[in-house]
């Protein structure tokens, strides 16, 4: 039988439920045991498909194409396995399953409650994960916070799960944050001593507790958390906040988590070879040069929204042991009179994806001037459809060329709806997603950076290239490098001649991982990195003739 972690939090949101959570998956896989993971979501949305990233973030697409929380998307980095569906519940999808079981008369009549069929809906969701997966462990999340209405179900269905599979088999962990009052130089208990004492009163006694805070605290505050919280000392663990996320399995395993869960589920001969982890850490903290790269977008205000995006170029950075400085700019500000002054200090250039007008023209004009001033750049999705654009205003001289997302009467539909999208009304669920097949044309960057002929990418999107302008593109250097089996989708656009000018109709962003970078994402950045070194060198010359 599988074991279960459930992951809760208290006091305040957004401290780091997810990264914890994934970090313990890092640790136990680590260790030899198989993992999966669950999160459990109380908003009412059946999933953030159709959500503003304002609201929510980035939405992470797992490759059965069902659109998730970007908690999903730490999951897979740290632990480096590929979710399904199956990993991402809300409260959406649970109300949305009864009623309609109720509709069909499954439950022969009978009231309809909260508890148990709300409840058994959701425990059925976490032992079907565990049938599925196999997996010895299935850590499961609770977004939120305890004491939230909407998350009330939730938590009354793992306090169930206790019973259901067997207290020997269950392990609470509950994150809490300490908060830092500066004026008399405390860090306060309080407040996990209050979030405990609503957890427990609806029946859930922690196991474990990790302390977030903004330091490092001693002895006396996890003696005095133990003792208010009815929790061994050793199982107060510190999370104070660090340099890197990469570092926290690191933390959490110095701190003895390890050992407590596997002490708890009777785990006989638990080890994890960390060194190889404290290498990779090491070399992440390690003073390195540091390159430029602008994310130009239209939710820059809030970086969760293209929070792979950055990891992945994180990642690359890793690769190639080179810090990279991510510079967010709205694409909103940017226009022909003003673009030089938002991008000449960049070494690279991504334009992530994105869907509605705003913002896109200021995207058009940064394809434009990182083509001209042979900066590397590398769209993504959004960013791919901008640069077929610029290239059929500028290169075709097609000025009305557009995408008509955009632009519904363009003469120039270089963009438009794929076909199968053409009679749908609903907007969630119903784009292309998840893994497709995608043909590399030979001799060509992106065949060369891959080193195979086929490969299998993530997808999210509506619009597509439109094959009527791909023969005149390709007569001006833009060539569809990538494609669907059938060859009826252009996938990968890239421009002959320069740098890296490359763009994808697909989300390679979702398959980057810490020690393993996506292979665009690894080129980009090593083209970047000559175009700085090319650049400083330039300067010196000059330098030395004045």
Known sequence: MSKYIFVTGGVVSSVGKGIATASIGKILKSGGLQVSVIKLDPYLNV??????????????????????DLDLGHYERFIDIDLTKSSNVTSGQIYSDVISRERRGEFLGGTIQSVPHVTDAIKAKMLNLADESKADVIIVEVGGTVGDIEGLPFLEAIRQMRNEVGKDNVFYIHLTYLPYIATTGELKTKPTQHSVRELRSIGIQPDAIICRSEQEFDDSIKTKIAVHCDVAKNSVISAPTLESVYEVPLMLYEEGLSDIIADAFSIQEFHWDIEYWEKFVRLIKAPKNIIKVGIVGKYVDLHDAYISVKEALLHAGFFHEYDIDVVWINSEEIDSNNVDYHLSNLSGIVVPGGFGYRGV?????????ARENNIPYFGLCLGMQVMVIEAARNLLRKPRANSTEFETDTPDPVIDLMIEQRDIKDLGGTMRLGIYECMLLENTKVSEFYGV????????????????????LSEVGLVASGQSPDGMLVEVMELQGHPFMIGTQYHPEFLSRPDSPHPLFREFVGAAIKTMLHGSQHEMELESLG
Do not use: C, L
Request: glycine residues 10%; proline residues 4%; negative net charge.
């Open 453 to 472: 002929e086929s490969i299998f990418e993530r997808h999210r999107h509506r619009f597509e290239f439109n094959n009527d302008y791909k023969a005149s």
């Open 47 to 68: 999933d953030p498909g159709t959500m503003s990233p304002f609201q929510h973030g980035e939405v992470f697409v797992t490759g059965d194409g069902s659109e998730t």
């Open 361 to 369: 023209e200021g995207m058009i004009e940064t394809v434009k001037y």
